[in-house]
């Protein structure tokens, strides 16, 4: 089967390589479609290392194969991919929260081979979890994979009552600021403010016609003025930090209403993630903050219903397709800020 296989940082080939011989307790999957994310970036650079050689964790599959004793999973069956897969024994996944499994969840294209090939296996600890979740015939595979990061801007918004907030602002354009932003939308926010140094990609946003009610370049708008000139002086309900950016954490602080919420949706940087911050903002103003790392099953669940009613519409937010052939091409193309990309999805 071919695959992309980094071979060195910087360097991913498309080659052949053995297909995967699913064993016990094990799947085979033929990959219809995987999404690259931010996350891909920083591995396929070599910024974040990974145990494995073939990475992609945004997948849609079809079952091609079965390993001996595989139960209630028929070949020719339909899935997407929960990609964390926790240690089944501690008080986080006994309650189906794998993403904050107490000995280290281990995850698809991080621990275990991932999407960016003809094949993959759901190795038997993920098919035991029920990493492999069903999805009708009729959703586009490639609107499938946005299922996985969809899920993960649910987990981090679940801590904030979206249905009673007036207005949030989400920092970053990128995708995940995108379906962030989608998030509170569809849980009842009303009104949806994204602010990104990229007037590129405010201009997609404007372009694809997206449901916000405000775009605004916060390199040439001063967030915190823009901010209070909208609510009358009185700040925001909820700040979203969907850019990797430490700074942004102190500045949405300053943004919000008394009794506010700030999600740290975005890791930092790992060679400098501290920032001062006054706690005593926190303190007099009763500040809600949340963190959030990646999702479970329940956040797929929830996910999948929001593009199946048609809540968020994942069609338009799809905007290039490649061949696995052309995998280095749909690398660049995400990295590329001119390129119009929002998210590029690998078609094996």
Avoid at 42 to 49: M, S
Avoid at 88 to 115: D, S, T, V, W
Wanted: hydrophobic share 40%.
């Amino acid at each position: 089967m071919k695959a992309a296989v980094i071979k060195e940082p910087g360097l991913i080939e498309v080659m052949d390589v053995p297909k995967p011989v699913p064993a016990d307790g094990e799947v085979l999957l033929k990959v219809e479609a995987c999404a690259l994310c931010g996350t891909d970036q920083r591995v396929l650079t070599g910024e974040k290392k990974v145990d494995v050689s073939i990475v992609g964790h945004e997948i849609t599959g079809r079952v091609a194969e079965i390993g001996p004793g595989v139960q209630r999973i028929k070949t020719g069956e339909r899935f997407i991919v929960q990609t964390v897969i926790g240690c089944g024994h501690c008080r986080m996944c006994k309650i189906h929260r794998e993403n904050l499994c107490e000995n280290g969840f281990r995850a698809i294209g991080y621990q275990f081979n991932g999407g960016f090939a003809q094949y993959m296996i759901m190795p038997k600890a993920g098919v035991d979890q029920g990493c492999l979740i069903p999805v009708p015939e009729d959703m586009p595979a490639e609107v499938g994979t946005l299922i996985e990061p969809l899920s993960c801007c649910v987990n981090g918004m679940s801590y904030i009552p979206m249905e009673k907030m007036a207005h949030v602002v989400i920092f970053g354009g990128g995708i995940i600021g995108v379906l962030n932003g989608l998030v509170a939308r569809a849980r009842g926010a009303k009104c949806v403010t994204i602010m990104d140094v990229s007037q590129e990609r405010l201009d997609l946003h404007k372009k694809l016609g997206l449901p916000f009610d405000n775009l605004v370049n916060s390199r040439e708008t001063d967030p915190l003025k823009w901010v209070q000139d909208h609510t009358e002086g009185r700040g925001v309900d909820a700040v979203v930090v969907a850019a990797s950016v430490k700074v942004l954490v102190k500045l949405g602080l300053s943004l919000l209403a008394k009794g506010g919420h700030l999600s740290v949706f975005a890791g930092m940087p790992k060679s400098g993630p501290v920032e001062e911050i006054d706690l005593n903002l926190i303190h007099y103003n009763e500040f809600n903050l949340h963190g959030a790392t990646s999702s479970a099953i329940n956040e797929y669940l929830t996910a999948k219903d929001f593009i199946l009613s048609g809540k968020i519409d994942g069609n338009q937010l799809v905007t290039h397709r490649f061949s696995l052939d052309d995998f280095n091409e749909a690398f660049k193309t995400q990295r590329d800020p001119s390129s119009g990309a929002l998210k590029v999805v690998i078609i094996p």
